[in-house]
């Protein structure tokens, strides 16, 4: 079957980390390009500085994956999807819902693939934890989501300004995994957004939702986490305990621990290559839904000034 053509838009941490080498390792694809208008790109694959001369210039694609910051991927991926090219789209898919539900709606039009990564899903732990879930009653749920923004997301002023999310660019990957492991929807009930006097987008959040039936989720993101780091999700059911740690990577039953490889970018490249061969789209913006909701009704107080 005739490799996939793929560009790299945005080649920044992320990129470089984690789409590179899945698509390397990927038969599905091969790299023709990328595009950034500073950093020189990958050797021996064309570089160009925006996705206009890559579509005018370049060599030929049928796919591109954006890896650029939210609040500018609605025009990149739009341009794309009308040259009928299929668009992976890093998380959180878009800077506001609206755009996302207009940029599926192109894709349908037009034929092509649109894909919204949630790579947390991919975890070795999470679609265990969904199966073991699936016919339990949910008592409670704690995630408690804390990291040090200086080690992960350093010199990214994007992250601070309006549709940079802030905190919830870690915490909406926690909010990814409680929505596909838990059986049944949850809402938010309340929320208290902390934000730098110096800054537009929350360091911390306290939140609280409520299952369908009833059940307590509270969430505690905090981006100023020193020493050892917490992504961590615990559910309390009629069955016993379970816990997913470092990020859902690692998943504890009552019968004990389950270890298995990580494979959530991979997981990822090969989900949307059988999108692409299919000609289906995945757009799940039920995580995305959830922050915006905690930015709607959320409490807002001010914290001292934040430097990185």
């Given at each position: 079957?005739?490799?996939?053509?793929?560009?790299?838009?945005?080649?920044?941490?992320?990129?470089?980390?984690?789409?590179?080498?899945?698509?390397?390792?990927?038969?599905?694809?091969?790299?023709?390009?990328?595009?950034?208008?500073?950093?020189?790109?990958?050797?021996?694959?064309?570089?160009?500085?925006?996705?206009?001369?890559?579509?005018?210039?370049?060599?030929?694609?049928?796919?591109?994956?954006?890896?650029?910051?939210?609040?500018?991927?609605?025009?990149?991926?739009?341009?794309?999807l009308?040259?009928?090219?299929?668009?992976?789209l890093?998380?959180?898919?878009?800077?506001?819902?609206?755009?996302?539900?207009?940029?599926?709606a192109?894709?349908?039009?037009?034929?092509?693939?649109?894909?919204?990564?949630?790579?947390?899903?991919?975890?070795?732990g999470?679609?265990?934890?969904?199966?073991?879930?699936?016919d339990?009653?949910?008592?409670?749920?704690?995630?408690?989501?804390?990291?040090?923004?200086?080690?992960?997301?350093?010199?990214?002023?994007?992250?601070?300004?309006?549709?940079?999310?802030?905190?919830?660019?870690?915490?909406?990957?926690?909010?990814?995994?409680?929505?596909?492991?838990?059986?049944?929807?949850?809402?938010?009930?309340?929320?208290?957004?902390?934000?730098?006097?110096?800054?537009?987008?929350?360091?911390?959040?306290?939140?609280?939702?409520?299952?369908?039936?009833g059940a307590p989720?509270?969430?505690?993101?905090?981006w100023?986490?020193?020493?050892?780091?917490?992504?961590?999700?615990?559910?309390?059911?009629?069955?016993?305990?379970?816990?997913?740690?470092?990020?859902?990577a690692?998943?504890t039953?009552?019968?004990?621990?389950v270890?298995?490889?990580?494979?959530?970018?991979?997981?990822?490249y090969?989900?949307?290559?059988?999108?692409?061969?299919?000609?289906?789209?995945?757009?799940?913006?039920?995580?995305?839904?959830?922050?915006?909701?905690?930015?709607?009704?959320g409490?807002?107080?001010?914290?001292?000034?934040?430097?990185?």
């Amino acid at each position: 079957m005739v490799a996939i053509r793929i560009a790299v838009v945005g080649m920044g941490k992320i990129a470089r980390d984690q789409h590179l080498p899945s698509i390397a390792r990927n038969a599905d694809f091969d790299l023709v390009a990328s595009v950034s208008p500073r950093d020189p790109g990958v050797d021996g694959i064309a570089n160009f500085t925006s996705l206009d001369a890559l579509l005018a210039e370049g060599p030929a694609i049928d796919a591109i994956a954006l890896c650029t910051p939210p609040q500018v991927r609605y025009e990149l991926a739009s341009m794309a999807l009308a040259r009928r090219v299929h668009v992976f789209l890093e998380k959180p898919p878009g800077a506001t819902l609206a755009e996302v539900d207009a940029l599926e709606a192109q894709a349908a039009e037009t034929g092509t693939t649109l894909f919204a990564g949630w790579h947390s899903r991919f975890a070795a732990g999470v679609a265990p934890a969904k199966a073991w879930l699936a016919d339990k009653r949910i008592e409670r749920v704690s995630i408690v989501w804390r990291e040090d923004v200086r080690v992960w997301h350093p010199g990214q002023a994007w992250i601070w300004e309006p549709g940079g999310l802030g905190v919830f660019d870690p915490g909406i990957n926690a909010l990814s995994i409680a929505t596909e492991i838990l059986p049944q929807p949850f809402f938010l009930t309340s929320a208290t957004l902390s934000t730098p006097a110096n800054r537009a987008a929350p360091i911390a959040a306290d939140l609280a939702f409520r299952t369908a039936a009833g059940a307590p989720v509270t969430m505690d993101l905090d981006w100023r986490q020193t020493g050892p780091q917490s992504w961590d999700i615990v559910v309390e059911t009629d069955a016993g305990t379970l816990s997913l740690a470092k990020g859902g990577a690692v998943l504890t039953l009552p019968s004990g621990t389950v270890h298995s490889d990580d494979e959530e970018y991979p997981g990822l490249y090969t989900r949307f290559a059988a999108l692409v061969r299919d000609g289906r789209s995945d757009v799940d913006t039920t995580p995305f839904t959830l922050v915006a909701d905690a930015f709607l009704r959320g409490t807002r107080n001010s914290v001292e000034a934040f430097d990185d």
